[in-house]
């Protein structure tokens, strides 16, 4: 098509129906977002009134091996630096979690009835281990023994346990700026880990008949107190884990002579623990450039095989934590090696059985330093004297300086070679870098995880992924990357991020990866990584060791970066909406030169591209009378409607004539528009990432804001200007906005590759003569 001439040909409206309702992808978060105050302003930041709570404690605990319990005795310094006078304190049982009258354990429920009563296998039916976790938790007798609750004073204090949460109740009302101290004794039995799940337990190792503890929410811990929330005293269900104050810890915990203890904070008896040897080794990894060895796999396989008698006392001071883990066995092999840079000075460690190398001994603490290298660049310095990465039974947990990760090699039965998978490779590598990197988040940038579970594992695991980039080339990224996502995007059964963390479905989906890749797309596609990277460090450093909540980080996001993106959150945080554009049509215009020789030459090319009917091809050699009698023939049969006439070209010249230099300038320039219709099926909006295929084979991208959808959020036009004719386009080239239907993204449509898979006729299924014949094998 031709445009004519003039100003008005270039404006394009919209229509909208007058009856359908506006739908505002745009509107503010305003609406939403809570309003800024002293204590939270409305530029994210802590305000000139912030506050938090603070909890110190000292404990004193005994891990008897044989009965497998902890036994201990703690002093709770509560310090209120709210403006709230306090007439109860409320502290968190977590460990309560594994009595056998548990809501976790009541309220559990399958996943379908279909997946118990028509399996088809393992990964839809019911594994052993599975059978085996649901019938041991319900006979363990678990949970904490509180045996006393004293004050200061020794005198008992009035408390009342509600499931997973205790309530004391003070004598004295507690003022703002004041602080009281109390006791608790308690004990429990420690779960096996292996076989009940869960975030804490011990392994058995069959083979060596001995025990690995891996010991967390193992003392009564003081819950949140904070201006959005009041007490954060939810149940702990097990999913929503731990919202906690941060203090300062001294802690002796007393073991079996011969075991090795790794814990939060710094040893403080070294000489009454390590041998001189091991602490000459420790002192040589400080400054190492490689780990080195502080207990070598040959000392922990002699350690297996005795039982020395007694126990030893090891003492743990860590300041300004908000929880405390550790870990405990004869087993262990223990490596660390020092980094030292900028604002971090630290050991990076890790702890291990035999059954855990070559792996772990080649990659663990690796990993850690990576991990610290990565993180600081994309928040703060590691504040903190050690980062430790321990082989257990748990799979992947964090804690202050200490994370319990699981993956290990297999050791074939038969033969006893030991070999692993790359999943296992790494898995064993990402789990470290994800646990280690929730020292930044949520141990330091300490977000309420007990309401929304994104704000650490989501937030985490994006930087995760970037740090995984770092490693090598091509890592096997699964969480991050937009196209990973598009499976969750695509499918029914989803909530929004924002929500509870114990009412989400498709957990990991949710959580982990639709975050991290909505992150990813933030930082690639619609800010940029300069604004987006200042606006994330802003972010981390604003709240290191505070507590923020959703508002803050998305306020922080957009004041840092100076961009409007509650659209964004709106989208990708609040709705379970997708991206799938729609490359609908285009039509091609071409601005009228009125020059009659190169239009009307113009119009007849069009003509002689259509195509030829049936009936003029098969009657393409019929005889012709003006061709056996050519006086029929005359001016009209040399001539057509694309015959340029004097007429024509005078009303030309007449025309040129009138226009100014501009105006004659643009006729001249001969640009090629192309108008492209866009539909939003998935009605999550979205910036256009369009590649540009011209006649001439180039190619280029055009990026277009997410807020050409400002005025319709269902359909747009869209005007494209080239230099000359384009032959095709494609919405998201890279697959870099999460879209979940390429097949509509590109103009012409591309053909869609798969593969069909041929099977076999199986015959003589379900021959019961055949089985009943078969030989019985013998044992072997």
Not at 71 to 80: K, L, V
Not at 217 to 229: G, I, K, L
Not at 552 to 580: I, K, N
Request: charged fraction near 25%; glycine fraction near 6%; charge should be neutral.
């Amino acid at each position: 098509m031709r445009l004519p001439f003039g100003l008005a040909a270039l404006c394009f409206t919209i229509s909208v129906s007058a009856a359908e309702p506006f739908d505002d992808k745009f509107r503010q978060l305003e609406e939403v977002l809570p309003t800024g105050n002293a204590v939270r302003n409305a530029a994210g930041a802590p305000g000139h009134a912030y506050w938090q709570q603070r909890a110190d404690y000292t404990i004193r605990a005994t891990l008897d091996e044989a009965r497998r319990t902890i036994t201990a005795t703690e002093t709770i310094t509560y310090h209120n630096n709210s403006p709230d006078t306090l007439t109860y304190l409320w502290l968190q049982l977590d460990q309560n979690i594994f009595r056998k009258d548990s809501d976790a354990l009541a309220s559990s429920t399958v996943a379908s009835r279909e997946a118990w009563a028509r399996a088809r296998g393992a990964d839809d039916g019911v594994r052993f281990e599975t059978m085996r976790s649901i019938l041991e938790n319900r006979n363990f007798d678990g949970g904490f023994n509180i045996t006393a609750v004293k004050g200061a004073d020794g005198a008992p204090l009035r408390h009342v346990i509600n499931k997973t949460m205790m309530r004391i109740d003070l004598p004295q009302p507690l003022k703002p700026g004041a602080r009281v101290a109390f006791s608790i004794d308690f004990n429990y039995k420690i779960s096996n880990a292996k076989v009940q799940g869960g975030r804490t337990g011990y392994e058995s190792f069959e083979d060596d008949k001995n025990d690995l503890f891996e010991i967390s929410h193992w003392f009564p811990r003081m819950a949140a107190y904070y201006d959005v929330y009041g007490w954060q005293h939810k149940q702990f269900l097990g999913s929503g884990e731990f919202t906690l104050e941060f203090g300062d810890y001294d802690v002796q915990i007393t073991v079996p002579s011969d075991h090795i203890v790794a814990s939060t904070g710094e040893l403080q008896n070294p000489e009454a623990v390590l041998t001189a040897v091991q602490r000459e080794r420790l002192k040589a990894a400080r400054t190492a450039s490689k780990p080195v060895i502080i207990v070598t796999q040959a000392e922990a396989t002699a350690a297996e095989k005795v039982r020395a008698p007694g126990t030893k006392t090891w003492h743990y001071k860590a300041a300004n934590v908000r929880d405390f883990a550790f870990a405990s066995s004869r087993k262990f092999i223990w490596d660390a090696q020092g980094y030292k840079k900028g604002g971090t000075d630290m050991m990076a460690m890790s702890y291990y059985p035999k059954e855990g190398n070559p792996l772990w001994e080649r990659y663990s603490t690796q990993a850690i330093v990576h991990t610290v290298e990565q993180y600081n660049k994309y928040s703060f310095d590691y504040p903190y004297p050690v980062a430790i990465s321990v082989n257990g039974p748990i799979g992947g947990m964090e804690y202050p300086m200490i994370s319990f990760n699981g993956p290990r090699p297999t050791r074939d039965k038969k033969t006893g070679e030991l070999t692993w998978s790359r999943r296992t490779k790494y898995g064993l590598i990402s789990v470290i870098i994800h646990e280690v990197g929730h020292n930044y988040f949520p141990m330091i940038v300490n977000s309420d995880e007990r309401q929304w579970t994104w704000m650490d594992e989501g937030i985490n695991s994006f930087v995760q992924g970037l740090a995984q980039d770092a490693w090598e080339k091509d890592y096997p990224n699964s969480r991050g990357e937009p196209r990973g996502i598009v499976d969750y995007m695509r499918s029914r059964n989803q909530v929004p991020i924002m929500t509870n963390s114990e009412s989400l479905v498709q957990f990991g989906a949710n959580a982990y990866a639709k975050p991290a890749a909505a992150l990813n797309v933030l930082r690639e596609t619609v800010l940029g990584r300069e604004l987006f990277d200042f606006a994330f460090r802003e972010y981390a450093q604003r709240w290191k060791f505070k507590r923020p909540t959703p508002a803050d980080f998305f306020r922080t996001m957009e004041d840092a970066s100076g961009t409007d993106l509650d659209w964004f959150w709106r989208g990708w945080f609040y709705t379970t909406d997708a991206v799938d554009v729609s490359v609908d049509g285009i039509t091609e215009y071409g601005v009228s030169s009125k020059n009659p020789d190169v239009e009307k030459a113009w119009r007849r090319a069009q003509k002689a591209a259509e195509p030829v009917s049936v009936s003029d091809q098969r009657d393409r050699d019929m005889p012709r009378r003006v061709d056996s009698q050519p006086e029929l023939k005359d001016f009209y049969n040399e001539h057509d409607e694309f015959t340029v006439t004097n007429k024509d070209r005078n009303k030309y010249n007449e025309s040129v004539a009138e226009l100014e230099e501009w105006e004659k300038a643009l006729l001249k320039q001969g640009k090629h528009l192309y108008l492209v219709d866009f539909t939003n099926v998935g009605g999550l909006v979205t910036p256009l990432v369009l590649e540009i295929e011209l006649k001439s084979g180039k190619k280029y991208i055009e990026r277009i804001p997410a807020e050409v959808w400002r005025y319709s959020a269902k359909k747009i036009t869209k005007l494209i200007v080239t230099d000359e004719p384009m032959v095709g386009l494609t919405q998201d080239p890279y697959w870099e906005t999460a879209d979940t239907d390429t097949s509509n993204n590109a103009w012409p449509r591309k053909i869609t590759p798969s593969r069909l898979e041929l099977f076999k006729t199986e015959k003589g299924k379900d021959d019961l003569m055949k089985d009943y014949r078969t030989p019985l094998k013998g044992k072997k």
